[in-house]
């Protein structure tokens, strides 16, 4: 079975790397849940240790006794030394998190942001493009009724000539199938009046819906 002399050594090595340890962690190369573990398992040993006292000769259980109570203090504050690094990267870790949360709930804002301007954007150009479809219906518009007159003054000016023409045969007894033919001219134009009165219409129908 093993004695408390064979494990006082391996204590003592578990002190020495617990301490070697706590320098990693203050250092930032170990985390110190490692050299908690250690820790851990000193108090193990130690608490075997205890157990195993009572087995020595009454002289030699006041020296283990001495001598563990010097590995429990080191230990001890060593694990205190260590919980406050932990607390510290703790700390650290956690104000890390709050400023990438932070970093990132601003590059969503300035995403959203630029979404918003983006879509005011589009709509300065559609208005944009809707009064320029405007003005371009409006020219339409002006230039269908500026053929209509044109137009209406046609016919007048032809009924006047039509009137002209049957006041010219009258004078110069032209034929009746003559002045027939005249008048179906006249019809004639009418329609074309008429037609492109239509195909106007149609045009400002299409290009304004």
């Not at 391996?10 to 962690?25: G, I, M, T």
């Not at 690094?85 to 703790?90: A, G, L, S, T």
């Not at 518009?141 to 006047?160: D, K, M, S, T, Y």
Request: aromatic letters at 8%; charged letters at 25%.
């Amino acid at each position: 079975m093993t004695s408390i002399a064979e494990l006082f050594p391996k204590c003592r090595k578990l002190s020495y790397d617990s301490r070697q340890q706590l320098a990693q962690v203050q250092n930032g190369v170990l985390y110190p849940s490692e050299l908690f573990l250690s820790l851990d398992e000193l108090t193990r040993q130690l608490e075997i240790m205890e157990k195993l006292v009572l087995r020595e000769t009454p002289a030699q259980r006041e020296v283990w006794r001495r001598k563990i109570q010097e590995l429990k203090e080191d230990g001890d504050a060593i694990r205190r030394q260590g919980a406050h690094y932990d607390r510290i990267v703790n700390t650290n870790v956690r104000h890390q998190k709050e400023r990438d949360q932070l970093l990132t709930r601003r590059k969503q804002r300035k995403q959203y942001s630029g979404s918003q301007e983006q879509d005011l954007s589009n709509l300065a150009d559609e208005a944009q493009s809707w009064q320029q479809s405007n003005y371009m219906v409006n020219d339409l518009i002006g230039q269908g009724e500026a053929q209509l007159a044109g137009l209406v003054n046609q016919r007048g000016r032809l009924g006047g000539i039509t009137r002209f023409m049957g006041q010219i045969g009258d004078s110069l007894n032209i034929s009746n199938s003559t002045m027939k033919i005249i008048e179906r001219r006249d019809v004639t134009d009418a329609y074309f009046v008429l037609g492109g009165c239509v195909v106007t219409c149609i045009v400002i129908y299409f290009v304004w819906f």
